[in-house]
């Protein structure tokens, strides 16, 4: 494998951020997948008999390189959920299933993003990805699409939704310039912390 190392980046962050990090991404969500199995199963079944409709939510984002891809969750909505109120979620959004409020309090709806980080769409630390309709074209030149979207990244454990639109850029932009091993675990060891904190999620 052949490493393009960029005139002002340091050799052993490049490294880490194009061997490393995808070796660390492929173990954690391959053991991830095959231990909580039996839970995806009872979290789908739980989804069907709460609402009808998919038990997997997929939705085109915006990954590496400007390029789209699907990003995988567990349905929390109702499945027209586009015809019941607006397309922006808030605390008491009446389109969220009974059940899809508990997925949202205990973060567990993006647990099918591990299929995404396993087949190389997106890693486990990163910026969050976003449909291509919030992005203009200035902002899909950014440097933080050099890298793969995350399931969690510096947005989600510095504010998450209390953030405004460029307080979470300039976070991912953080990101771009301090990615290393030791701020990933920071940012993963975060990110358990507010899950069992069980803190708000929209």
């Known amino acids: 494998m052949q490493i393009d190392v960029k005139q002002d980046e340091p050799f052993l962050k490049t490294v880490y951020k194009l061997l490393i990090k995808r070796i660390i991404d492929i173990f954690v969500s391959a053991t991830v997948l095959m231990l909580l199995m039996p839970l995806f ?8 008999i709460d609402s009808q409709g998919p038990i997997i939510y997929k939705q085109k984002r915006v990954g590496k390189g400007g390029k789209d ?12 959920a586009d015809k019941i109120g607006p ?36 890693s486990l630390i990163g910026y969050r990805p976003g449909v291509r309709e919030n992005y203009s074209e200035a902002d899909l030149k950014s440097r933080i699409f050099d890298l793969q979207p995350g399931i969690t990244g510096y947005a989600q454990v510095m504010g998450r939704s209390a953030l405004t639109t460029e307080e979470k850029r300039n976070w991912e932009l953080k990101y771009v310039e301090d990615i290393s091993f030791t701020v990933d675990l920071k940012i993963f060891l975060l990110t358990i912390k507010k899950v069992v904190a069980r803190e708000a999620a929209y």
Not at 90 to 119: A, H, W, Y
């Open 41 to 48: 199963i009872i979290i789908g079944i739980l989804i069907k």
């Open 69 to 80: 891809f699907y990003v995988y969750k567990f349905r929390t909505m109702y499945s027209n």
């Open 87 to 122: 397309t922006i979620t808030k605390e008491g959004d009446c389109r969220i299933t009974r059940f899809g409020k508990v997925l949202r309090k205990l973060s567990l709806d993006e647990l099918p993003q591990m299929f995404n980080v396993l087949l190389g769409q997106m």
